[in-house]
């Protein structure tokens, strides 16, 4: 399994707005059949104003699949109403290893 965390600074105050644009993100990329598991952070201590978008995959290939989105002219309206809202972001990947219960 793999974990993608794409962690956003947003601007002060931004955090609500930011919040509504994931969720209607989110449903775009279920019409579109995307791979994965999709799941939303927000803070309660360290950096205020942080959102993580974290996707949890089987594999790199279908992480790759969800490049898919890119071409979606709603997604694209949707992130560019992101954008602004946004001080800095990172992409991190991780592979899950599973522990004994």
């Known amino acids: 399994m793999i974990v993608q965390r ?14 509504a644009i994931m ?7 279920a019409r579109l059949g995307l791979p994965g598991q999709m799941r939303l952070l927000t803070d309660l201590t360290g950096e205020m104003y942080t959102l993580v978008l974290e996707v949890t995959v089987q594999d790199l290939t279908a992480l790759a ?19 602004p ?6 992409k991190d990947l991780f592979t899950v290893v599973d522990l004994p219960s």
């Open 6 to 19: 794409n962690v956003f600074q947003l601007e002060f105050g931004a955090a609500r707005d930011a919040i």
């Open 23 to 29: 969720r209607q993100t989110s449903g775009i990329t």
């Open 65 to 83: 699949e969800g490049s898919r989105m890119f071409a979606d002219p709603e997604w694209r309206e949707q992130q560019a109403r992101m954008t």
């Open 85 to 90: 809202l946004v001080r800095s972001a990172r």
